[in-house]
């Protein structure tokens, strides 16, 4: 197959609210099958009004649990972001990253918290 | 007869401890006639507060208000006392954002709602679209947070154009287990309210297997740009960000969580610094 696969959010949702965590669940499950396959694909946002961190965090951030960012980057390609949103994405990949890269960071950080008293 | 003084009721340290002292004097009653009385000013916002103290007593008691006219007449614009059998009022000066009660799962009706109320109400105060935008993605952030880690049979949610100040004010209540007990369970650990506080708006996340804890921060990094005021009560600690960020203690402990959100709309600024913007 030649050309790149679009998919689009508003259609594989069904709804233009990117919001709930299942519904991020549901894109993550499909995006990570396009990343096994080593399968490029396009992602569309376009019609979405409002997308959240928390479905971002399921749809995008859980990639990086198992794939680099550069992997992810090199294979899925998002377009129909508003600049505001492409911040938000951004901020879900860091924070992403830094999650799965040290698993205990968030107790590390609830610990410099408590010290810092 | 028990009856509860409200008198000049607004988002401050000093309501927040008086509301915090009235749900644990009412919330053990039953079958009693309860009057709450509301004196003098009743910031609107503040019904997602009565209406979470006030939602578990109504079912075993009977509730009744005793308002003055301006006030009664603002809560029947919100919808709030339409809840307690009062008539609602057509808000002609289109300044409340509508009293709700919702169930966790209700998060699209929820989103819906800030839609309607926020970015498509018409004759409200002059925002640009992105500032409308961002407003709504901020209290969304905040209703799934409540949603994901309350463990909470409602949310209540209340807000308010005030147009002489240029702001909105957005409140999200849920009763459920508080920020400290989230982290205690999630860390094994003890520590205080507003240590607790101060972890999620770290971004200390509770969530296993998915990143995030970044709702908080992110709506605390929007909120200093556009010189808002965000402030969050959960069992005894008042935490406020506006021009400094301080942490009090309230003299009773409020179970759940408020997150009050006070944003300027007459901020034209653009939210997007172009390093920021990557993919």
């Known amino acids: 197959m030649s050309e790149i696969i679009t998919i689009y959010i508003h259609q594989l949702i069904g709804k233009d609210l990117c919001i709930e965590a299942a519904d991020g669940k549901a894109v993550y499950d499909v995006l990570e099958k396009y990343i096994e396959a080593n399968q490029k694909v396009v992602v569309s946002f376009q019609n ?17 649990k198992n794939n680099t960012e550069e992997k992810i980057r090199s294979l899925i390609e998002f377009e129909g972001l508003q600049p505001a949103d492409t911040i938000l994405m951004n901020h879900v990949i860091e924070n992403a990253k830094l999650y799965y890269s040290d698993t205990e960071r968030m107790e590390k950080l609830a610990k410099e918290i408590m010290e810092e008293e | 007869m028990e009856r509860f003084i409200l008198d000049g009721i607004r988002s401050d340290f000093a309501s927040y401890n008086e509301l915090a002292f009235i749900n644990n004097k009412i919330k053990d009653l039953q079958f009693r006639d309860i009057t709450v009385e509301l004196r003098n000013w009743f910031a609107a916002n503040m019904c997602a507060v009565l209406g979470g103290i006030l939602n578990k ?33 057509w808000d002609n000066n289109n300044t409340t954002i509508k009293y709700l009660k919702l169930r966790p799962e209700d998060k699209l009706r929820f989103a819906t709602y800030i839609n309607d109320e926020l970015l498509g109400k018409q004759n409200m105060p002059k925002m640009s679209p992105l500032l409308k935008s961002e407003i709504s993605k901020s209290i969304c952030e905040i209703f799934e947070n409540a949603v994901l880690h309350s463990d909470t049979d409602f949310i209540y949610c209340c807000g308010q154009f005030f147009p002489t ?79 400094a960020e301080t942490y009090s203690l309230l003299d009773s402990c409020f179970p759940g969580t408020i997150v009050n959100m006070k944003f300027r709309t007459d901020d034209e600024c653009e939210y997007i610094l172009s390093s920021e913007a990557m993919v």
Not at chain 2, 167 to 178: K, L
């Open chain 1, 48 to 64: 979405i009004t409002l997308i959240t961190s928390s479905f971002l965090n399921n749809a995008v951030g859980l990639l990086l």
């Open chain 2, 57 to 89: 007593v109504s079912a075993f008691n009977n509730i009744s208000f005793d308002a003055n006219p301006d006030i009664e007449l603002i809560l029947r614009k919100n919808e709030f006392l339409t809840q307690y059998g009062y008539n609602s009022c």
């Open chain 2, 165 to 243: 100040k240029n702001a909105i004010e957005f409140t999200i209540v849920d009763m459920g287990q508080g920020i400290k007990q989230c982290m205690e369970k999630r860390f094994g650990i003890t520590i205080n309210s507003d240590q607790a506080i101060k972890m999620a708006v770290s971004g200390v996340t509770t969530k296993l297997e998915v990143s995030g804890g970044l709702g908080l921060s992110l709506l605390k990094r929007f909120i200093k740009r556009n010189h808002g005021r965000l402030q969050i009560v959960s069992d005894n600690c008042f935490y406020e960000l506006g021009d």
